[in-house]
């Protein structure tokens, strides 16, 4: 009898915890607008983990299709009641106004400059613009690898500290490298029909190609036909007060953090 009390007892703490724990590993992703399928899902929560792990962070994906209040409020507090570290960022998709935002937490906020996090948006934003999702977040995760491990270093991607995407160095050889061998193929062909064409003989004046008599200038007028305005552009101080970094807010909860965000 006693067994078969304890086997009801497990049984029952299984029932209860297991869900629990698998609820408490899926809440990286709450996708309350219903943007992402669930193999998109896996994959993304995938790389969410082997992030964390990496940084010892918290990364949040939340969407929804509307908010009551601002972004940053909304995203700020979801954070901050939802249990998650103190380390972390949180990205929120809006669907009622087509907008983005990150929040940033704990050592987050410094690896994540302002210039960062706009920079991060507006390489995400056209892929959310084309109703691409997952390929947004995929591309999110992709930046936010890149950013953290600057970060790591102690020199975070800022103004005066830009990012430069990855693949830029292997589209400027590929680039070059089909300009050469355009050049090359061009320079070529066009040596071959120069010597194709060499079968007259350069004469010293312009008479030699006139016929007696057929050309002669017999009245010149000058006439005004138009004018050519060049106008340059004065550039506008466009300095800005920030000279980099990440500014800070305190949420409701009294937490600080940093952020920004965009539309789509």
């Not at 408490?24 to 992402?36: C, K, M, P």
């Not at 908010?67 to 960022?89: F, K, L, N, P, R």
């Not at 103004?159 to 089909?178: D, L, M, P, W």
């Not at 007696?212 to 000058?222: L, N, V």
């Amino acid at each position: 009898m006693k067994k078969i009390v304890l086997s009801f007892v497990f049984f029952l703490l299984v029932s209860f915890v297991c869900p629990v724990f698998a609820q408490a590993q899926s809440e990286r992703i709450i996708d309350n607008a219903g943007l992402l399928s669930s193999s998109e899902e896996a994959e993304l929560a995938d790389l969410i983990s082997g992030l964390e792990k990496k940084y010892g962070v918290n990364l949040v994906l939340l969407t929804e299709n509307r908010i009551s209040g601002t972004a940053v409020t909304y995203a700020d507090d979801y954070y901050d009641e939802h249990g998650y570290s103190q380390d972390g960022v949180l990205l929120l998709i809006n669907m009622q106004r087509r907008e983005w935002y990150i929040s940033t937490a704990g050592k987050c906020i410094g690896w994540l400059t302002d210039y960062g996090i706009q920079k991060i948006g507006d390489m995400m934003a056209p892929s959310f613009s084309d109703g691409e999702y997952a390929d947004g977040f995929f591309l999110y995760l992709d930046c936010l690898d890149q950013f953290f491990k600057q970060g790591e270093k102690g020199a975070p991607y800022d103004v005066n500290h830009v990012y430069k995407h990855r693949t830029a160095f292997g589209f400027t050889i590929i680039f070059f490298g089909s300009l050469l061998v355009g050049l090359l193929v061009a320079f070529l062909v066009l040596s071959a029909m120069k010597r194709k064409m060499k079968t007259a003989v350069l004469q010293p004046a312009a008479n030699e190609y006139l016929k007696d008599r057929q050309f002669q200038i017999t009245d010149h007028h000058d006439r005004f036909l138009y004018s050519t305005v060049t106008k340059t552009e004065i550039p506008r101080d466009t300095d800005t007060s920030s000279g980099g970094g990440s500014s800070t807010h305190t949420s409701s909860s009294g937490s600080s953090h940093g952020g920004g965000g965009g539309h789509f």
